[in-house]
C-alpha cells in the first residue's frame, strides 16, 4: 500500500489536551466558512462547555457547523449541551446510536473513533484527544497523557472530503434530510508549508487495514529504531512478527503503554506478549505519571504518524480511525523528543528478570483477561481470518 502524501502543509504537535484545546478553539473562533467536527467521546465538563461555546458563537455568526458523535463513546453527553448546539443552529448527527451493552454483533459494534475537525478545508486536526477534559479519576495530579497534530495547507481539504462524505452517508442513512446538503467547498487554503502528509483512514469498506498496513510497511523498512506509544495494545500476529523482527534484526524497538487503564480487561490482556516481546529484546515502557491515551509513533527518527487508532482489535478490525503520517524529520524529531522525555519522566521499565519472576496469580490474571478479550473478538464475528 503506498499513503497519498499531500505536499506543502505546517505541521505542528499538539502534546497536551491544554495545547490542542487552546489550538482548536482559535480555529473555531478564526472559521470564516464551515466547521467539520467528530469525536468518539462528547462530555459534559467545563471542556467540553468551552467547546460547546465556541461552536455556538461560530454558528450565531452564520458559519455552518456540523458536529458528528459516537453513539456509545458519547452516550452520556448532557441534552442540555446537544440542546445548546442545536438551538444555534449546530447540525448534529449521531454515528450508530443503537447501542446496547449487551450485545456483541458486529454491526454495532463498529464504532465511530476518530477524532477529527476541519476549518474551512484549511486547518485540520486529528489525533486521540476527546471533548473531553485532560483530568479524570485515573490522572490524579497530572493530566492524560494524549496528543493530536494541527495541519494547515492542502492536506486539510483531504480531512475535509473524508469528513463530509462520512457526514453524508450518516443523514443518508438515517434519512435525515435536514442534514444531507453541504455547504459549498471554501476557497483553497492560500497558507501552507514544505511538509508532506497523509491521512490514514480505517473503515469498514474499501480501507479495512490501511492504518495497521502502514505501520508494518514503516517497521519492516525500519533501521534504527522504532519508539510507539499506544494506550490500549493488543496487536495481531503480523504486528508483533513486525517489532520483533526488527528487534532480532538490531534495530531499537521501544514500547509506551498504558500502567494506568480506565478498562482493566484490556490492560491486563495487552500484557500477554510482553514476555515473548521482551525475550526478542523489544523495550517495554508503562507510563505510571497518570493515564497514558496516546496512538503515536516514530521511526527511524523520520517516519511518524499520530491519531486515533490502538494497535488493538477494536481499531484495527471494527472502528472508524483516522491517522496523519508523515516523514517529515523535523516533525519526527518534535514526537521522539515529546516520547523520550515521557519515558524518563513518567514511565517505568519493565525488566525481562523481573517479569519473569512475578507471580503465578498474575500471571493467571493476564491470560484470562487476554482469552476472554479474544472469545469476545470470535463471538462478533472476528476469529483468525480478516
Known sequence: ?????IAGNTLQLLDSGAAYFNALEAAIDA????????????????TAKRITAALVAAARR???VHVLVDGFGARDMPPALRDDLQRAGVRFQVYGPDISPLTLRRRRLRRLHRKLCVIDACIAFAGGINV??????????????DMAVRVEGPLAQRVRTEMAGLWLRVARFHLNRRVLRLPPLPPPCRVGGDVAAALVVRDNLRHRQDIEQAYLQAMAAARTEIVLAN?????????????????????RVVLLLQSIGDHPLQTYASRAFY????????????????????????????????????VDPFSLLLAREANIATADPRFAAALRATLEHAISAGATAVKPMEWRAQPWHRRVRIWLAYGLVRLMMKLAGYGQAR
Open 231 to 251: 494506550a490500549y495494545f493488543l496487536p495481531g500476529l503480523p504486528f508483533r512478527q513486525a517489532l520483533m523482527g526488527a528487534a532480532r534484526r538490531g534495530v
Open 275 to 310: 514476555g515473548v516481546m521482551l525475550d526478542a529484546g523489544v523495550e517495554i515502557y508503562e507510563y505510571t505519571r497518570s493515564a497514558l491515551h496516546a496512538k503515536v509513533a516514530v521511526i527511524d527518527q523520520r517516519w511518524a504518524t499520530v491519531g486515533s487508532s490502538n
Open 62 to 64: 452564520s458559519i455552518a
Open 1 to 5: 500500500m503506498k499513503l497519498d502524501y
Open 132 to 145: 473531553v477534559d485532560d483530568y479524570d479519576e485515573y490522572c490524579p495530579g497530572y493530566p492524560r497523557y
Open 31 to 46: 472559521a470564516q466558512h464551515e466547521i467539520f467536527l467528530e469525536t468518539y467521546i462528547y462530555a459534559g465538563d467545563a
